[in-house]
């Protein structure tokens, strides 16, 4: 049996004022699983030394209501004969 695949990047932004990660990344699978993608696997970026530095100035500069966050690669994976959208 073929199989379709498709691969998000996210980047998630933290502080106080940002939405929760979680919840972030279960609406993006939710949506994806109702276009017939089912989610296969998650991979965790891991941070650079340059935007750890930006990320620590950015945090001072807005009191913690702002940074960035990690950045995560997300596979999904589909039978071939779905008839749904292919392009999303």
């Given amino acids: 049996m073929k ?14 004022l940002s939405p929760n990660i979680r919840s972030q990344l279960a609406e993006r699978v939710a949506l994806a699983n109702s276009k017939g993608w089912k989610l296969h696997q998650v991979n965790f970026q891991p941070v650079d030394s ?3 530095l930006f990320n620590l100035v ?13 950045s995560i690669i ?5 039978d071939d004969r779905f008839e749904g959208d292919v392009e999303s």
């Fill in 3 to 16: 199989s379709a695949n498709r691969v998000d990047q996210m980047r998630f932004y933290g502080g106080w």
């Fill in 50 to 52: 340059g935007s750890a």
């Fill in 58 to 70: 950015l945090v001072i500069i807005s009191l913690g209501a702002f940074s960035l966050g990690r």
């Fill in 74 to 78: 997300v596979t999904y994976e589909r």
